[in-house]
């Protein structure tokens, strides 16, 4: 099991801002890729934003421009910087890694946007 703890989620206006942070148990250098999904009431989970193991970054084109996922290498942690949230963007968000063909979650973190 590679645990993976989000955090950073909560309630903003819109308009607001807030970071999550997805830190896993181990160097996250073992992972091809690690990224952020989201899931809203009654919608299928789709996937946010994507960083591979050297350092590529891409994003669906609903935050494109709004959401920045980065990395801290030495504390074992991507973030996923959300700008200008609207009411959309509600959701629980999901950190995801890849190692070969296994696939890990965390336990999501609930985004609340108030209009």
């Known amino acids: 099991q590679v645990p993976l703890v989000e955090s950073g989620g909560g309630l903003v206006q819109a308009g607001g801002s807030l970071r999550l942070s997805c830190t896993a148990s181990g160097s996250i250098l073992r992972f091809s890729r690690m990224g952020w999904y989201r899931q809203a009431p009654g919608k299928q989970r789709e996937e946010v934003a994507r960083v591979t193991k050297g350092g590529s970054t891409n994003y669906a084109d609903s935050v494109k421009g709004r959401f920045t996922i980065s990395r801290d290498i030495g504390k074992n942690t991507v973030y996923l910087q959300m700008n200008s949230l609207n009411f959309e963007d509600t959701a629980v968000y999901y950190c995801?890694?890849?190692?070969?063909?296994?696939?890990?979650w965390g336990q999501g973190t609930q985004v609340t946007v108030s209009s």
């Open positions: 995801n890694a890849l190692v070969l063909v296994s696939e890990f």
